[in-house]
T-cell receptor, first 117, second 111 residues
Framework: DTEVTQTPKHLVMGMTNKKSLKCEQH?????MYWYKQKAKKPPELMFV???????INESVPSRFSPECPNSSLLNLHLHALQPEDSALYLC????????????????FGPGTRLLVL | KNEVEQSPQNLTAQEGEFITINCSYS?????LHWLQQHPGGGIVSLFM???GKKKHGRLIATINIQEKHSSLHITASHPRDSAVYIC?????????????FGEGTQLTVNP
């Protein structure tokens, strides 16, 4: 199984809603990532988990809250989002991640397209 | 100036043409990645290379470390190759988890 899955594919939410994005991989990878991508722009790194510990937080607003319950699963909890948070949210995984890893292929999921009204 | 620059930004080709997309970088790297993103959104990693040349089917990626330049070639292009191609680098002074991305090249192959 070389797939990263993400649910839901599309999400529409109001600014007062609470919702969660889910990402799953069964490749035995120990690093998982959340990216945000606006139209016609490259992905922007948000968070990295390495061995289920948060290793990188790119100064993301607290209305985004990541969670890594186990090595296969990554969640992104959303609360009180703004319309400018509308974007494609991509999850990725890699074998190890971490500071001493310099060459790793990242495997991306299909993304969740989020619209905040 | 961006640390990773791609050219061209947009490219239109006829089916069967040979295509080249270029990537130049201005920082030290541990690896260079070529990624493909179709209109649906998902990203596929095509190549990771740190020297020389790699080939997979009709795709060829080359890198010249001295010149800080990489090229992605597509032979016998097909409409299904239409996608955004993104160059990204891993840097030794930052975590290997971080990729620095170029702005992408939108490729359209017409039948």
């Amino acid at each position: 199984d070389t797939e990263v899955t993400q649910t839901p594919k599309h999400l529409v939410m109001g600014m007062t809603n609470k919702k969660s994005l889910k990402c799953e991989q069964h490749m035995g990878h120990r690093a998982m990532y959340w990216y945000k991508q606006k139209a016609k722009k490259p992905p922007e790194l948000m968070f990295v988990y390495s061995y289920e510990k948060l290793s990188i937080n790119e100064s993301v607003p607290s209305r985004f809250s990541p969670e890594c319950p186990n090595s296969s699963l990554l969640n992104l909890h959303l609360h009180a989002l703004q319309p400018e948070d509308s974007a494609l949210y991509l999850c990725a995984s890699s074998r190890k991640g971490g500071d001493r890893v310099y060459q790793e292929t990242q495997y991306f999921g299909p993304g969740t397209r989020l619209l905040v009204l | 100036k961006n640390e990773v620059e791609q050219s061209p930004q947009n490219l239109t080709a006829q089916e069967g043409e040979f295509i080249t997309i270029n990537c130049s970088y201005s920082v030290g790297i541990s690896a260079l990645h070529w990624l493909q993103q179709h209109p649906g959104g998902g990203i596929v990693s095509l190549f990771m290379l740190s020297s020389g040349k790699k080939k997979h089917g009709r795709l060829i990626a080359t890198i010249n470390i001295q010149e800080k330049h990489s090229s992605l070639h597509i032979t016998a292009s097909h409409p299904r190759d239409s996608a955004v191609y993104i160059c990204a680098v891993s840097r030794p002074e930052t975590s290997g988890s971080r990729l620095t991305f170029g702005e992408g090249t939108q490729l359209t192959v017409n039948p």
